[in-house]
């Protein structure tokens, strides 16, 4: 926005720390000196900076907070000024504690639509969920909000039957949980497993998008005559194009498996090849976002509007093709072990159960350390610490893949019509400017020469090695 749109007044970034001084040493770390502004630098060069915080506003708050953590002057001024709010904010890890998500990504939106209502000038409330808030839903998902108390269960397993969900008692049984526990320590696995057996009964994945689902409902049940827009992204990786191809800060959701698949340390994976992938570029969920923003943004209409930034339906892309173009680009430039030698991989086997999958990591674990030690000769500390790594990377692959089993075998596909007719409104220039059209990406040139070289250029932060390919 501050590229394409320079003319923007002030953005109030909300930052969690204890002070502004802190906010304002992350938000220059974290933002102003992050690469993906360099174009930005170029254009404004030695102003750069004071272009920079003319612009952002460091706010001290907390959206797990009352009043989102902000100083009384600072919410009054806001809340004078501001015409758009937007949160992104959110705990994306699909394992976290009830109590934790629940307070980030239920309670977190709720709070800040309270404030949003005391803003006197405010145009839109813009709100960036997820596509898999879905659930297990399968076959074309309409881009739909959700009723207060609404399960996915109710649906998918109709002979079943499934208890009311009821948000406030979620909220109240993490709650309880929490207080009978003597010391937090000794609560959190509990809490995470609480988490994620309460999403599975509603017919949810995981905790993250259990959550995230409910934080939608308590949007939608307390907008009254807020304009809302819910962006619902699916698994978002680098930058298609703009700033520059390539940018990602960060592991994301597939990118694991990638990096590991790499380093030769995932011959194999639980799921079904045939299975679509839906990514997107972040890109073109930001362009999305703007594009919302404009439309629905001078209209000030109060409707809750949904759109999913997908690719499922307008371009699918299978798990097979995405480790297909892994192996191609992995092959022809390795990744380096620690002591420098190329990593040699194979193409990547699919299993369609769980048990299966660990059993045959057990199996190939066990090989490869047999392969560097006859263990029959090692001193038996020796011997005990190389059995313990492979118990930590069999336990590590087995967790990684419970995770992930869900996505790799999913049913459902994202309808975007909404975001089509988004596109359709947009003027030609504006097309050129803030595109998002999914149909446009050109998947195996995506893969492997913009994201997997941006994987490790800026998350694993190692230079490709070039092999000759006859």
Not at 51 to 73: I, Q, R, W
Not at 98 to 104: C, E, G, K, S, T
């Amino acid at each position: 926005m501050l590229r394409t749109v320079p003319g923007v007044g002030r953005i109030y970034v909300l930052i969690r720390e204890k002070n502004k001084d802190a906010a304002i040493e992350r938000l220059k770390n974290e933002v102003i000196d992050e690469e993906l502004f360099k174009c930005l630098k170029q254009i404004h060069g030695k102003s750069y900076e004071a272009f920079m915080m003319s612009k952002l506003v460091p706010v001290v708050g907390n959206v797990c907070e009352c009043n989102l953590g902000m100083d009384a002057d600072t919410a009054t001024e806001i809340a004078r000024h501001v015409h758009v709010i937007v949160n992104s904010a959110a705990n994306t890890t699909f394992d976290e504690r009830y109590d934790v998500a629940l307070n980030v990504n239920t309670q977190g939106p709720a709070r800040l639509l309270d404030f949003a209502k005391k803003c006197k000038k405010l145009k839109l409330f813009l709100h960036v969920s997820s596509a898999y808030v879905n659930g297990e839903r399968k076959g074309i998902i309409l881009e739909k909000p959700f009723d207060l108390g609404q399960s996915i269960a109710e649906k998918t397993i109709p002979q079943v039957s499934v208890p009311r969900l009821d948000v406030s008692a979620e909220m109240k049984l993490a709650s309880d949980m929490i207080e009978s526990f003597e010391d937090n320590i000794g609560g959190a696995q509990n809490m995470r497993d609480l988490g994620w057996e309460r999403a599975r009964i509603y017919g949810w994945q995981n905790t993250y998008v259990f959550t995230k689902a409910m934080g939608e409902m308590l949007i939608n049940s307390n907008r009254e005559n807020l304009p809302v827009v819910i962006i619902r992204p699916s698994i978002i990786e680098s930058t298609y194009s703009e700033p520059f191809p390539g940018w990602i800060q960060g592991n994301k959701v597939i990118d694991p498996l990638l990096i590991s698949y790499g380093k030769g340390q995932l011959p194999g994976f639980v799921g079904n090849p045939r299975t679509v992938v839906d990514i997107i570029p972040v890109d073109m969920v930001v362009n999305a976002i703007v594009a919302a923003m404009a439309k629905h943004g001078t209209v000030a209409e109060p409707q809750l509007h949904v759109y999913h930034v997908t690719s499922s339906v307008s371009n699918p892309i299978s798990l097979g093709e995405v480790c297909n173009l892994a192996y191609d680009h992995f092959t022809s430039s390795p990744q380096l072990n620690s002591k420098g030698k190329k990593i040699g991989i194979k193409e990547i086997k699919y299993f369609s159960s769980l048990n299966s999958f660990t059993s045959y990591i057990r199996y190939e674990t066990a090989r490869q350390i047999r392969l560097k030690e006859d263990l029959s000769i090692l001193d038996p500390k020796v011997r005990l610490q190389m059995q313990t790594e492979c118990t930590k990377r069999l336990q590590r692959l087995a967790h990684i893949a419970r995770l992930y089993e869900p996505y790799a075998f999913y049913e459902g596909r994202f309808n975007n019509s909404n975001s089509k007719d988004l596109i359709d409104n947009m003027s030609t220039e504006e097309k050129k400017m803030f595109t998002f059209d999914v149909e446009s990406i050109n998947w195996k040139h995506y893969i492997k020469n913009i994201h997997l070289p941006g994987l490790q250029k800026h998350v694993i932060k190692e230079k490709p090695v070039a092999v000759a390919r006859l």
